[in-house]
């Protein structure tokens, strides 16, 4: 099972990049097909309709979390089309990886953006984790990570920076079903 493939030890990280790619048009082109060949695909217009997020999904092992799923933003802009994502946390290494990829829809077509951001994890008990990006989306604005392992949600938001002005948002991780 695919899922399970790339959680294994050892694989890096842009592994899960384009497994987020990869998710964002399981229902269009399959899963049989390596990264490099959804690059090339990535141009071709994906339905709406057909276009689905990756499920929602909370892995912990030793130390390690992995968490897939999409960003729905609950509070601020909401950006038009979907996003698969996934996150990986290090208590060993106090750090958070997220890998976001989006597909927008828009009248002339689709755009496909993929983003990757840094958090500092600066709390991690029983309860869960809290991480912080300070420069994530700017100079001035900042992204944190809240993590539920009791529940197994988590939520992003972002805010400006002291002294800065900008945006603020939250955003809840969704996931569709299996």
């Not at 604005?141 to 009791?150: M, N, P």
Request: hydrophobic share 35%.
């Amino acid at each position: 099972m695919l899922y399970r493939s790339i959680t294994r030890p050892g694989w890096p990280f842009q592994k899960g990049l384009c497994y987020a790619l990869h998710q964002l048009s399981v229902d269009r082109f399959g899963i049989s097909f390596g990264c490099n060949a959804f690059r090339s695909m990535a141009n071709q217009a994906i339905p709406l309709e057909s276009t689905t997020i990756p499920p929602l999904i909370f892995k912990q092992d030793q130390g390690e979390l992995t968490i897939w799923g999409g960003w729905k933003a609950v509070e601020g802009y909401q950006t038009p089309g979907f996003n698969a994502v996934e996150i990986r946390c290090s208590r060993d290494r106090n750090s958070c990886v997220e890998a976001v990829a989006t597909i927008f829809h828009h009248t002339t077509g689709e755009d496909l953006e993929s983003q990757v951001f840094s958090y500092r994890v600066v709390r991690w008990d029983a309860a869960g984790l809290e991480a912080i990006d300070d420069h994530g989306m700017g100079d001035c604005l900042e992204r944190r990570l809240a993590v539920s392992f009791t529940d197994r949600n988590a939520v992003l938001s972002w805010q400006p920076s002291t002294g800065c002005q900008g945006d603020k948002g939250r955003a809840v991780l969704v996931g569709d079903p299996l």
